[in-house]
């Protein structure tokens, strides 16, 4: 019984493993075939601009499970400047894949679950 669960502890730690490895391989795919299309870019950053001084998730290509929230206070060549609490960051366009405004209901409140 315990060689059971052995097996089954091992199999999902190399499944683990593996998946790290593709998300890995994906961002590296994916950086190589933005610096190709280098002409694009800036069609990312324009779209960006519309989300200028709203509160947005920005899903990047190294977080499909989760995401960074905030509010967009600038985009720059190449990057969006957020803040949240008083917290300034800033992310890279080349690993940016979705920007949404932050749903809300009819009142106008923040909605609380977001998928």
Same mark, same amino acid.
């Given at each position: 019984?315990?060689?059971?669960? @052995?097996?089954?502890?091992?199999a999902i730690i190399l499944a683990l493993f593996?998946?790290?490895?593709?998300?890995?391989?994906?961002?590296?795919?994916?950086?190589?075939?933005?610096?190709?299309?280098?002409?694009? !870019?800036? #069609?990312?950053?324009?779209?960006?601009?519309? @989300?200028?001084?709203?509160?947005?998730?920005?899903?990047?290509?190294?977080?499909? !499970?989760?995401?960074?929230?905030?509010?967009?206070?600038?985009?720059?060549?190449?990057?969006? #400047?957020?803040? $949240? !609490?008083?917290? #300034?960051?800033?992310?890279?366009?080349?690993? #940016?894949?979705?920007?949404?405004?932050?749903?809300?209901?009819?009142?106008?409140?923040? $909605?609380?679950?977001? @998928?």
């Amino acid at each position: 019984m315990d060689s059971v669960y @052995f097996l089954l502890a091992l199999a999902i730690i190399l499944a683990l493993f593996w998946m790290v490895k593709q998300r890995r391989i994906a961002a590296i795919r994916h950086v190589l075939n933005r610096k190709r299309n280098s002409g694009k !870019d800036k #069609v990312m950053e324009e779209l960006a601009r519309q @989300f200028i001084g709203k509160e947005c998730i920005i899903y990047t290509v190294t977080s499909t !499970d989760s995401s960074i929230q905030g509010t967009v206070k600038d985009v720059t060549d190449g990057g969006i #400047v957020l803040e $949240k !609490d008083g917290n #300034v960051e800033a992310v890279n366009l080349e690993y #940016v894949t979705r920007i949404r405004e932050y749903p809300r209901n009819a009142k106008g409140k923040r $909605k609380t679950i977001v @998928f």
